[in-house]
C-alpha cells in the first residue's frame, strides 16, 4: 500500500490531520490505520471553545452538533481559597441564549465548546475524515515501524498482510505513542504532579436530564485529598472521575472502587446529583500523564495530540492539544508538498511553539493545584509542587509567574494563553489565590517599550491552509508578533510613551480601520499592554504630573 501521508491513530489528532489534509489538498493520497473498530471508548470529554473553530474548519461542526453533546459553557469549581462555588464563564457577563438545537456555529456559539461521549464524538470525526476521502482502516494495528535513520520507510500492519510506504508518517497514537518510541525521542515531565484518575460513566444523573440539552457548566469539586469531575457527555450520560496523588493513592491501601464511591459520597453537590442515577459499573483508572516529548518531528514524520505530551486534566485542555497540533501539522505538510517554506523552519516553528504550549499547561496545572487550600490531607503534596515550581501564591505574582510562558502563541494578534484571555487568566489566578490583582495598565501611565534585546524573526502563521510568515520580536522564547491588536500597540508605543496617547492613538486605529466597537477594542488594548508589561516588553512606571488611564 502505498499513499502520501500515513497517520498512525484515528483519534481526535488523527482525524483533524487527515480531514485539513483532505480538504485543503483533495488529490492527497491519506491513509489512516486505527488498530481499534470505532465507536470506542475514550476518557476525555470536556472541550474548550477553541476546537469548535477547528471543527468549523474541518467542516464537521454541524455533524457534531447534530449528535446532540450538551453544550459547554464553562465550568463551576469548588476549588481555591474558600469554599464558595465559582464559575468560569466561556460568555464572561453575558446569559447563554438557549438556542433550538440542532443550531449553527455563529453568534455565542461560536465562543462554547461541547462535552462529548468521546465513542460518539471519535467515529463521527473519523467518518467525515472518511468521507472527505482518506482511506480509514479500523481494525489495523501499526506492529513495526521500519527506520533509516531519521526516516520512516515504512509500517508493518498487524492485518492488511502488508506494509504501507508514504511520503509523509504522522504519529497520533495518543499515549501508544508508535513513532516516538520507535526513534527512542526522550521526554521530560517539569512538573511534580504524580497522579492518577479513576472513572465511571453513569445513567440518568439528575443535571444530565435537566439541563443537557442546554448551555451547561461542567462541575469541578475539589475535596481534602483529590478532586471529582462531572460531565454530562450526553442528554442521559454523565462522566463522573476522580484524581488524585498516585502516592496518596497508594498509602490510603484501599482499591480502586473504594476510593471512587467514597469521594462521590463525600462530595454533598455530586452525590445529591447521583442521588437516583445508575453507574455503569465498568471503573477504569489511568495514572502518570504528565510529560512532553524532546522532539516532535524527524525527517519525514511528525507527532500529534497525545503522543507530543500530556498535561494534567484540571485544565480540560487535552483534546485542544491534540486538535490544534493535528492542525498544525497538516498545514506543515500541505506546505512541504508545495514546497513553499524551508522545512528545517517549518518544523522547528511547530516543535518550539508546540512543546512551549504544552508546558506551559503543566506550569498552569502545578498553580493550580498547589494553591489549592480546600486539599486540607495533601498539604504535603502542594507544598512540593509549589516548591519545585517556585511559585508564589499572591494573585498579582502568580500572574506573572503564568506570563513567562508567554501570551502571544495561541491566536496570532491577540494576547491569549491556556485558552484563556488576559482578564480570564487574572480572574483564576485571583479565584485561586483569594487575594485581589491589580491591572498595571491602570496601574501606571508611562509605557516604554525595550526591544534592544529582542531580535527581529518571522514567525509562522496557519491560516485558510496556508502558512505566511509575520515579523515578530523574539527574545528567549518569548515571541512578540507584529500583527493583529500586538501590530496596533507596538505602532502606538514605538510613538508615545504617555498612556492616555497610546490608549487613544490605538483606538482611533482599531475603530475606523480594523471595525472594532470602543468598548471591545480598548479591552483588547488594555489586555495586550498588560501582557506585554507582565512579558517584560514594556517597562510601567507612573508621572504623577499626567493621569491615569480609567481602565473598567
Ligand atoms: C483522566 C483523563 C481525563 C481527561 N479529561 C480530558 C478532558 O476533560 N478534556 C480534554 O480535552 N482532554 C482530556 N483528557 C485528554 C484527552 O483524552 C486526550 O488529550 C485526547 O484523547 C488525545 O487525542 P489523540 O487523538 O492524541 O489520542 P487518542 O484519542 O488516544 O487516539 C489515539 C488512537 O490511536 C490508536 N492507536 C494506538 N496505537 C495504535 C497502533 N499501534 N496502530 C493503530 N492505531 C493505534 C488508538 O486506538 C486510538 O484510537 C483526559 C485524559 C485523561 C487521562
Known amino acids: 500500500m502505498k499513499c502520501d501521508v500515513a497517520i498512525i491513530g484515528g483519534g481526535p489528532a488523527g482525524s483533524t490531520v487527515g480531514a485539513l489534509l483532505k480538504r485543503y489538498e483533495p488529490s492527497i493520497d491519506v491513509a489512516i490505520i486505527e488498530r481499534e473498530h470505532f465507536p470506542r471508548e475514550h476518557v476525555g470529554e470536556s472541550h474548550l471553545p477553541a476546537i469548535s473553530q477547528i471543527l468549523d474548519e474541518i467542516g464537521v461542526w454541524d455533524k457534531v452538533e447534530a449528535a446532540n453533546f450538551p453544550v459547554k459553557i464553562g465550568g463551576t469549581y469548588r476549588w481555591g481559597a474558600t469554599d464558595e ?32 461521549d468521546r465513542s460518539v464524538y471519535d467515529k463521527v470525526l473519523l467518518d467525515h475524515a472518511r468521507g472527505l476521502g482518506c482511506n480509514v482502516n479500523e481494525g489495523v494495528k501499526v506492529t513495526i515501524v521500519e527506520t533509516d535513520g531519521d526516516r520512516v520507510t515504512g509500517l508493518k500492519l498487524s492485518s492488511l498482510e502488508s506494509e504501507i510506504e508514504a511520503r509523509y508518517y504522522v504519529d497520533c497514537s495518543g499515549d501508544a505513542g508508535i513513532l516516538r518510541r520507535a526513534f527512542d525521542i526522550g521526554v521530560e515531565s517539569p512538573t511534580a504532579l504524580r497522579n492518577i484518575a479513576i472513572w465511571d460513566y453513569w445513567q440518568d444523573a439528575e443535571w444530565a436530564i435537566t439541563l443537557g440539552t442546554g448551555g451547561t457548566l461542567i462541575q469541578i469539586m475539589s475535596l481534602g485529598w483529590g478532586w471529582l469531575w462531572f460531565i454530562p457527555i450526553s442528554p442521559t450520560r454523565t462522566s463522573v472521575g ?120 503543566m506550569q498552569f496545572a502545578d498553580f493550580w493545584y498547589s494553591s489549592n487550600g480546600r486539599f486540607t490531607d495533601l498539604k504535603e503534596y502542594c507544598s512540593e509542587i509549589a516548591e519545585t515550581a517556585g511559585l508564589t501564591l499572591d494573585a498579582d505574582s502568580a500572574f506573572r509567574w503564568l506570563a513567562t510562558g508567554g501570551f502571544a502563541l495561541e491566536a496570532p494578534g491577540v494576547a491569549r494563553a491556556l485558552s484563556y484571555s488576559v482578564s480570564g487568566i487574572k480572574y483564576v ?85 480594523d471595525g472594532y466597537s470602543s468598548a471591545v477594542a480598548m479591552t483588547l488594548i488594555g489586555e495586550t499592554i498588560e501582557a506585554l508589561i507582565a512579558e517584560g516588553w514594556v517597562k510601567a512606571k507612573v508621572n504623577s504630573q499626567r493621569p491615569m488611564v480609567p481602565m473598567a
Request: proline residues 4%; contains cysteine; glycine residues 6%.
Open 85 to 116: 462555588l465559582w464559575d468560569l464563564s466561556f460568555i464572561p457577563g453575558q446569559t447563554f441564549m438557549d438556542v433550538p438545537r440542532p443550531g449553527k456555529y455563529e453568534g455565542q456559539r461560536r465562543q462554547t465548546a461541547f462535552q462529548v
Open 429 to 513: 489566578t485571583q479565584q485561586l489565590s483569594g487575594s485581589d490583582w491589580d491591572w498595571q495598565v491602570a496601574k501606571t501611565n508611562l509605557w516604554l517599550l525595550k526591544l534592544s534585546d529582542a531580535t527581529e524573526e518571522n514567525f509562522a502563521v496557519f491560516e485558510a491552509g496556508c502558512i505566511s510568515k509575520l515579523k515578530c520580536y523574539r527574545r528567549g522564547d518569548k515571541i512578540l508578533p507584529v500583527t493583529g491588536v500586538y501590530q496596533r500597540v507596538l505602532e502606538s508605543l514605538k510613538k508615545d510613551v504617555d498612556a492616555i496617547l497610546v490608549i487613544n492613538s490605538c483606538l482611533e486605529v482599531m475603530t475606523t480601520q
Open 242 to 361: 476522580f484524581v488524585l496523588p498516585a502516592s496518596y493513592y497508594k498509602a490510603t491501601g484501599k482499591s480502586k472502587e473504594a476510593i471512587y464511591s467514597e469521594a462521590i459520597k463525600a462530595e454533598p453537590l455530586i452525590s445529591k446529583l447521583l442521588s437516583h442515577a445508575r453507574p455503569e459499573g465498568v471503573i477504569q483508572a489511568t495514572k502518570d500523564w504528565n510529560f512532553v516529548a524532546d522532539r516532535l518531528c524527524g525527517d519525514n514524520w511528525f507527532l500529534a495530540g497525545d503522543s507530543c505530551g500530556f498535561a494534567d486534566p484540571i485544565l480540560s485542555a487535552g483534546m485542544t492539544l491534540a486538535h490544534t497540533s493535528g492542525r498544525k501539522v497538516a498545514y506543515i505538510i500541505l506546505d512541504l508538498l508545495r514546497g513553499n517554506h524551508d522545512p528545517e523552519w517549518l518544523k522547528s516553528e511547530y516543535t518550539s511553539g508546540h512543546r512551549a504550549q504544552i508546558k506551559h499547561h
